[in-house]
């Protein structure tokens, strides 16, 4: 049957409730009326949507990345550290890779392996495996609230299990797990299983328990803000739709501060102007940001530059999450100290930029925005075209056209036309629109920027170009 | 832009394996489309089945294995004899990314994947443009045979 943007009835979801709690055995602990008493009991400084909402009110932003051992002992370590050392706001779960695949069987033996030799084998914490009773040990063992930080093109009992386990926070990101988390998911089986997870967020704030969903569309450097807001855009229609009610946006900063700033401020305009114009009530949006980068610096001190960086796009865009890498990201997985460090750090540079006032250039600004905007409305407008009216199949039709495209999707099904690089202000330009539904007049701006840096460098920008850009930040500079 | 006369020649990209990291492999294969090259892209997590049965549907000149996990000391063998069996002797098989875990000499990895059949092996941060070279010469030679 053609998916469409519809949502789901309760009996279309508890019957396929049903088949989903019988994955695996730890499914049938999951009792919904349980486990929104349970959401119900948490103080309001253990619930993601309570926190955002106060650092929103008071400016405040708070750090947030993944953090993920096999065991539920190593996780209350490693978040309690987080959080006394640290002196985190947000805490987040890692879900392991065998989980992300659904591969719950392996994921037991790497917890096995992990108490036989006493450390972690595993990348991330096994959700399913340790059910409902084993995550509510961390959230009484932590002061925060704690957020699932994971994709899987199937993440209905890893999200059944995680929200019924103290959860106040998850992703929702079909688009994200479509073209970045696996290579032979079709968008359709992608789109229908987010539609569930979303449909069991609506269903805990239909019951009075605020969840924070979220989502970002599309991962990594060499994205353009349009791109990235049309993704957005799109997937908070069809949130609306299943009745989420709060959400995280995420989006990723390129460096250059005014162009960062400017689509801040169009993905918040936008997703107010598309949920009005199709009917639904606006939802409580959250920011979030992350300094987007292929290579991280392995030196130290250039590492400890970004997470700076990395808060101060936060401030600027007006976000409440600072999303950061560790300090030690090109090294491999962080310890718990190199966790606590990478906090500490943006929370002092936050508490240096707390009260304070400060601004991109007005005239940059303004000349980005407007670009950025007219941009994505461009590719949004396409999309419910082409669905004609429908949301879903839009995006289905324009993710294969390449309308709305992906320069790096690990999906073959994604054309990958588009490319960006960047001018020699930073600021990330079209290099190749693919299929995007782009003016001449926009894709002019965009050359005219790429001629700029062109005759800077003398040569013409390329792929070799691209690659600098890539590579630029781990060796400590915006561009080269 | 596109030199037409280079677009008969074909190749097949993709990452071998579980891995599913494919900036490098996207980049080589925006370069290659820019430079007249037709190129059937398979994306990520692509078997040694999946290379040869899309070299064999396009009629491929050369297959380019990306590998980024540094297991291809256990994903490349049997990927020639697959080829040969196919009746693909004469596609060329090119293989780069990190091959191996650990600090092993460049040049004895190079001669350990030649002897399991590849035509080229490069290490990290080689160039599109070498590859595309080595692509145009290698092709052009096999095509005169």
Redesign the interface.
């Known amino acids: 049957m053609e998916i469409r943007n519809k949502k789901l009835t309760e009996d279309e979801f508890f019957r396929e409730r049903k088949e989903v709690l019988a994955q695996w055995p730890t499914g049938k602990d999951v009792d919904l009326a349980e486990a929104i008493a349970f959401h119900k009991s948490l103080p309001p400084h253990k619930v993601y949507v309570h926190k955002l909402k106060g650092a929103k009110e008071r400016g405040e932003i708070y750090a947030i990345t993944g953090m993920g051992k096999a065991t539920i002992e190593e996780q209350i370590e490693l978040l309690t550290y987080v959080e006394q050392e640290g002196q985190a706001d947000l805490l987040g779960t890692s879900v392991d890779s065998f989980s992300r695949q659904n591969d719950y069987e392996e994921a037991e033996r790497g917890i096995a392996e992990s108490r036989k030799l006493g450390r972690s084998v595993l990348n991330g914490l096994p959700l399913v495996n340790h059910g409902v009773a084993g995550f509510r040990r961390v959230i009484e063992a932590v002061n925060s609230p704690v957020s699932m930080r994971y994709g899987a093109a199937d993440p209905r009992l890893i999200d059944e299990i995680g929200y019924a386990g103290g959860h106040t926070s998850g992703s929702t990101d079909a688009l994200m797990d479509f073209w970045h988390h696996h290579s032979r998911v079709p968008l359709e089986t992608a789109i229908s299983t987010h539609r569930y997870v979303q449909r069991l967020i609506g269903y805990y704030e239909e019951h009075g328990v605020p969840i924070c969903a979220s989502c970002q569309g599309l991962y990594g450097a060499g994205i353009s803000p349009s791109l990235q807001i049309a993704a957005i855009i799109v997937q908070v229609v069809m949130m609306a739709e299943q009745g989420v009610r709060n959400a995280r946006l995420h989006f990723a900063c390129h460096g250059n501060l005014a162009q960062d700033v400017a689509t801040a401020n169009v993905l918040r305009r936008l997703k107010q102007d598309y949920l009005k114009k199709l009917g639904y009530d606006d939802l409580e949006g959250f920011l979030s940001v992350s300094f987007s980068l292929v290579q991280y610096p392995l030196e130290v001190g250039s590492a400890f530059a970004v997470v700076f960086m990395n808060t101060l796009m936060a401030k600027l865009c007006g976000a409440q999450a600072n999303d950061i890498r560790t300090v030690a990201e090109a090294k491999g997985i962080p310890t718990k100290e190199d966790t606590a460090y990478s906090f500490r750090t943006a929370k002092v540079m936050e508490n240096f930029l707390q009260g304070q006032r400060i601004e991109v250039d007005k005239k940059e600004l303004e000349i980005e925005t407007r670009m950025a905007e007219v941009e994505a409305r461009s590719i949004v407008d396409r999309v419910l075209e082409l669905g004609d009216g429908d949301v879903v199949q839009g995006t289905i039709k324009a993710v294969k056209s390449g309308v709305l495209d992906n320069p790096f999707a690990t999906n073959p099904a994604s054309p990958c036309k588009v490319m960006s690089i960047k001018d020699s202000a930073g600021a990330l330009r079209y290099l190749n629109h693919g299929n995007l539904p782009f003016s001449k007049d926009i894709l002019e701006f965009h050359r005219g920027k790429i001629a700029e840096r062109e005759k800077i460098k003398g040569k013409k920008l390329d792929y070799e170009t691209l690659v600098s850009d890539l590579m630029a930040v781990s060796k400590g500079v915006l561009v080269e | 832009m596109a030199d037409t006369s280079k677009s008969r020649m074909t190749v097949i990209t ?2 071998i394996g579980e891995d ?4 490098g492999i ?2 080589l ?3 290659l489309g ?1 430079a007249g090259f037709k190129v059937v ?6 078997s040694q089945k999946e290379f040869v049965e899309a070299a064999l549907e396009a009629s491929g000149d050369a297959i380019l294995v990306s590998s980024l996990s540094g297991h291809a000391a256990t994903l490349i063998p049997g990927l020639k004899e697959k080829c040969i069996e196919a009746g693909l002797e004469n596609v060329l098989l090119y293989l780069g990314g990190f091959l191996q875990v650990g600090e092993i000499a460049w040049e004895s990895a190079e001669a350990k994947f030649k002897g399991m059949g590849m035509d080229r092996v490069y290490p990290p941060g080689t ?3 070498k590859v595309i070279a080595d692509l145009e010469a290698d092709i052009s030679l096999r095509r005169r045979r």
């Open positions: 993709g990452v599913v990291h494919v900036v996207r980049i294969e925006y370069a820019e892209a398979l994306g990520s997590q692509v160039s599109p443009r």
